[in-house]
């Protein structure tokens, strides 16, 4: 599976952003899916993951209520819908599928990463 993760960009704070992350090959249905961020000196931290079918989803705290993880398995693209967005939020963002049904917050359970694309959200 490659991951192609795209519609980062520079905004301000309380403006929103939908990333993307569009996935090649035929088993993308079969996976879960990861958002993770990287901050400059932080470690990778999991913001959203969903199951393959969508049916269970996770957030970190800091999130919820403001970003909404989805899949279309018809397109193999995963979406994070982004709102009222924080300079905290500011961060490089991956995509990343695991070869199982059940989402994971661990990073080394993903076996599949996209390029990264940068969120900067100015105060």
């Known amino acids: 599976v490659q991951l192609q993760a795209s519609g980062g960009g520079l905004v301000q704070a309380g403006d929103s952003l939908r990333l993307s992350c569009a996935a090649s090959g035929r088993t993308f249905r079969r996976y879960a899916m990861g958002w993770f961020r990287q901050a400059p000196g932080k470690e990778r931290e999991a913001v959203a993951a969903i199951t393959w079918n969508g049916d269970s989803t996770y957030y970190i705290d800091s999130v919820k209520g403001r970003f909404t993880i989805s899949r279309d398995n018809a397109e193999n693209t995963l979406y994070l819908q982004m709102n009222s967005l924080r300079p905290e939020d500011t961060a490089v963002y991956y995509c990343?599928?695991?070869?199982?049904?059940?989402?994971?917050?661990?990073?080394?359970?993903?076996?599949?990463w996209g390029q990264g694309t940068l969120v900067t959200v100015s105060s």
């Open positions: 990343a599928a695991r070869m199982s049904g059940a989402w994971s917050t661990y990073p080394t359970r993903y076996h599949y």
